[in-house]
């Protein structure tokens, strides 16, 4: 099984609403990625935090990560229709993705 | 329905050689990327192919790297000669274009073939 499961699958909101989604992981990690995958591109990665982080910021992107539950949490803020696209977390020794959150962000 | 596979999972080799890297992508799947993660770094993209052709191929690192996808179906990816630094895992992903006319087209990623040059 994939060490990075995200939830939930699909996630639809309105432009200027945040949207939250979840991962989690099975195995200890020295770090946790975020990915973004737009529409027939490859992925992009958008922020990693340490393990002994426990919250990271970057523009409207805030991460939060919980080690004792082996979760992850990725908030963007203030959505905007460009934020549309697909979100993956992966760990630093296992890049096998789960099926991502789909993010639909409406105008 | 069987997955991307990827061949070899593992491969040793000596710097100065060649090595070949497969991908069978989803059967049906149009869209076929090949990714990079080096030891403790973030996966980077290398190039995407829709079907035969080669869409987007920004990511690759040099000209020792050649990658084909004859007849649109399995793609290999040749390292040649192989460095040091071209070590790390290589993933392949497939992914076809919603049908439903969603933004988003989802990546079924293969398990990574694991290359370690001595």
């Known amino acids: 099984s994939q060490q990075g499961e995200e939830d939930p699958q699909a996630l639809s909101i309105q432009e200027g609403e945040n949207a939250t989604m979840n991962c989690s992981y099975k195995t200890s990690i020295n770090n946790l990625q975020w990915y973004r995958q737009n529409s027939g591109r490859g992925l992009v990665h958008l922020i990693l935090?340490?393990?002994?982080?426990r919250e990271k910021h970057s523009g409207r992107l805030r991460v939060t990560l919980d080690t004792s539950k082996k979760s992850s949490s990725l908030l963007i803020t203030a959505s905007r229709a460009a934020d549309t696209a697909s979100y993956f977390c992966a760990t630093d020794n296992d890049m096998r993705f789960g099926a991502g959150t789909r993010l639909t962000v409406k105008p | 329905e069987a997955g991307v596979t990827q061949f070899p999972s593992h491969s040793v080799i000596e710097k100065g050689q060649t090595v070949t890297l497969r991908c069978d992508p989803i059967s049906g799947h149009d869209n076929l990327y090949w990714y990079r993660r080096v030891m403790g770094k973030e996966i980077k993209f290398l190039l995407h192919f829709v079907k035969e052709s080669k869409q987007d191929e920004s990511g690759m690192p040099n000209n020792r790297f050649l990658a084909e996808r004859t007849g649109g179906t399995y793609s290999t990816l040749k390292v040649q000669p192989a460095e040091l630094e071209d070590s790390g895992v290589y993933f392949c992903?497939?992914?076809?274009?919603?049908?439903?006319?969603?933004?988003?087209?989802?990546?079924?990623f293969g398990p990574g073939t694991r290359l370690t040059v001595l």
């Open positions: 935090i340490r393990s002994n982080e």
């Open positions: 992903a497939s992914s076809q274009v919603g049908t439903s006319g969603a933004s988003t087209d989802t990546q079924y």
